[in-house]
């Protein structure tokens, strides 16, 4: 069933900002929709194909992977959001998020499906139990010299990248965690929940770059 939440914009539209949307069917969508909407964006609670056509860009939350799946296609939300991908909309997937977006998921449960379109193969709840989340410092010289304080929180690691997508971030033991290919942008942990809002940014500045072009 879906979350009863009714559907609306988080905040107002600011003139010549980005409306993008966030994958509102299970998982951690408030804190994206709330970090999104103080950066000035329209936020739509995306659980319609008709709210993903009103999006310039869409967010997949955190939560767990097989139940978004699941309600994805019950709902009619598969085939949308990946025409959307395909179409080079721009994409933000974080843990379970780099999970659906990834052409391989190892480990995943039965039946389990993504919506795909990301190069890299990743390894589903890597990072072990939810008593086992921790917080680190990662650099991504893309996003400047100060380092990113995020939250690994049962996430998942890429356990390989194609020719087609980049790392953006690794661990000190040099797992992967955080990739980058054309207007996806996706990563093993939780930016929102420490309130980096850097990647965010990013997200938000390709969007709009997609209303304008598209």
Known sequence: MLPTCPRRTVSLSVAGSPKVGVLALQGDVREHATLL???????????????????NGLVIPGGESSVIDKLSRT???????????????????TCA???????TVLDA??????????DVTVRRNAFGRQAESFEADLSIS???EEPLQVAFI????????????RVLAAL???????????????????PETTGEKRLHERFLERAETWRHTN
């Open 154 to 165: 049962r996430g998942p690691v890429i356990e390989s990248v194609g020719s087609r997508a």
């Open 172 to 190: 000190g033991d040099g797992r992967v965690v955080a990739v980058e290919q054309d207007n996806i942008l996706a990563t093993s942990f939780h």
């Open 97 to 103: 998020g780099l999970i659906l977006l990834a052409d």
């Open 75 to 93: 709902f009619g939300m598969q085939h949308p959001i990946r025409q959307a991908i395909d179409s080079g909309m721009p994409m933000l997937g």
């Open 37 to 55: 909407a103080a950066l000035g964006a329209e936020v739509i609670l995306v659980r319609r194909p008709e709210d993903l056509a009103a999006v």
């Open 142 to 144: 893309e996003l400047g």
């Open 109 to 118: 449960a039965p039946g389990q499906q993504t919506f795909g379109g990301l």
